[in-house]
């Protein structure tokens, strides 16, 4: 069996790579909590609203540039053509997560691998949103790795840094109550108040004034958000 | 063994899991492919092992002398063994490497030999590779998922295991390390066909992924540029980048893949980098003709492993072999890799044996001819049926204070049952290559 008898510890985070450690977190986060907004709102495609995808697009802040529900099943979730598709957010875990392989491990890495493979099976394609539990649960897997093999504070920070911008910023645009974002903002002020240092201290604290029962979905919180990264 | 055959379908969804894929670039789009693995291993005696290693120790030991030479003294050329032509006429060979004496004199830390065994046993060396010899991450996770997969064959089989690569390579890195700096591996970037062994040994070895961007030359020492302006000395690279893409102001201008004075940093001895600069001129296919001849010179001692029998055009007497036996030779382009510029005279038509020999007269330096060999095939499995196809074996022979060879090697195969060509950019597979332990 493999053993490592050298002494050295080899750790460095450039900016590049704290800016792909950042995106992991975010567009990983994306992957997860579009899948779960999107089933509420194929529930309601199915008897309330068959508009719902419509509501969707605007809260997601993105064109509806959709013919039907059909059309949008089909190329919201599988077109790697359309930049906004799930299978391209998951496109953009892979990218990062292969140029950080060495940081997050082979073990990490393969429940990406395992999204895109089941994405693009043509039988999962023919389900919809039916067959997508099994990248929910790869999702939880991929986050459960990245809390149990990243021994390194620094990078497992900075990854979950990513993914609590992401959270807070689709929680408010799909109207959750102020202390579910709340909950997911403490969250957050714990893991970086105890080793990550790409979160702009000045933006933090700006955020901190302005995120109140009475202002957290005004735009320019959304703003502070997306500016909480630096390096 | 017969397990793992019945099993290779989970072999094959293991690789897709771990993202094992080489990337290709066709009608100048990027594409990623699995690398086509077959379960039937290559087997290889311990006695067999015992000559080829000491064979490989011996040769990869004169070139290593042979470089060091050639970038100080030349006693080689200057003994008439090497005409000085093949020396500077070399496109691997770097005027700026002259007098430069890399960290612990070692100029090929890992060092691929290609061989093949002949059907008489013997085994041949093709080609050497010391400069950027890939491919050994792919049996060594071959290995990790065929243990897995099929436990009761290593089980019943005394193989060597093959997972210390990373091992090997980070122990070479330690021992050139400069003033114990960090350990890096410089890769061109995710489009890079073999860029899955880049991050894969960067994991399993412990050391930094690095892109160019992340590194910097500040006063003739390389630094890791950390976050807000932090510089962590660097005091070793295991370069996945071309020598003439190393460093922008040094070689290739254009070049986005380098570290701008990493040149000057390496020739002042502030960073070592593996392989060394200019390894080139002695992995040049026509200097390859001479490495027997090398390691008599070096060593003292007749070459245990042998080489093809080869004919340099540039020699009168072999120059009027090769154009009267065209047809029955093979014809390498010194200047071309990867199973390009490779010719078979038996495949030729009338027009392009005219055209080749008229390349030959003109420009004989740039070709070599040898004589075919007649190398052994493997049983591989297509569908549920064996059949058989073409091989060769990459070794991989690590130097750092002693010389060692990995108990592995990658075995490639070429897919198309009238092809001699193995490398995988030609669209070849690979088999897992067990060297039994008695």
Partial sequence: ?231 | MYSLVKQRDTVNKWMERFGVRFGIYKGGNFHEQLFPFDPIPRIISHNDWVEIEAGLIQRVNALNMFLADIYNEKRIVKSGIIPEEFIYSSSGYMAQCEGITPSKSIFSHISGIDLVQAKDGKWIVLEDNLRIPSGASYPMIARTVTRKVSPETFKENAVFDNRNYSTLIRKAMDYVNVDNGLEVILTPGRYNSAYFEHSYLAEKAGVILAFADDLIVENDTVYYKGLFEKRERVGVIYRRISDEYLDPLAFESSSLLGVPNLMRAYATGNVAIMNALGNGVADDKGIYYFVPKMVEFYLGEKAILQNAPTYLPYFEEDKKYVLENLKTLVIKDVAEAGGYGVMFGCEMNEEQLANIKNLIETDSRRWIAQEVIDFIDLEIMDGEERIFRKSDLRAFVISEAETKVWHSGLTRYTRSPTSFIVNSSQGGGFKDTWIMKK
């Fill in chain 1, 1 to 231: 069996m493999q053993t490592l008898i050298a002494t050295k510890i080899n750790s460095g985070i450039s900016s590049a790579k704290a800016s792909r450690l950042y995106w992991l977190g975010r567009y990983a986060e994306r992957v997860y909590l579009t899948l779960h907004m999107l089933r509420k709102h194929f529930d309601l495609m199915i008897d309330e609203d068959q508009d719902a995808y419509i509501t969707f697009c605007t809260k997601m802040g993105i064109e509806n540039k959709y013919r039907s529900p059909e059309d949008f099943t089909k190329r919201y979730l599988f077109d790697i053509s359309n930049p906004e598709s799930v299978i391209n957010m998951l496109e953009r875990v892979k990218d990062n997560s292969m140029t950080l392989r060495e940081e997050i491990m082979s073990e990490t890495l393969c429940y990406v691998e395992l999204c895109i493979a089941h994405m693009n099976k043509p039988e999962v394609q023919r389900c919809g949103i039916e067959g997508l539990q099994r990248i929910t649960d790869y999702m939880l897997a991929f986050w459960g790795s990245i809390d149990e093999r990243i021994v390194n504070n620094e990078i497992r920070h900075s990854i979950k840094f990513g993914k609590f911008v992401e959270s807070m910023d689709l929680h408010i645009r799909f109207d959750y109550q102020f202390n579910r974002v709340e909950g997911i903002f403490n969250r957050m002020l714990h893991s970086i108040e105890k080793e990550c240092y790409i979160c702009d201290e000045m933006t933090l604290l700006t955020l901190k004034q302005h995120l109140t029962f009475d202002d957290y979905k005004n735009i320019g919180v959304l703003q502070l958000i997306n500016s909480l990264f630096r390096a």
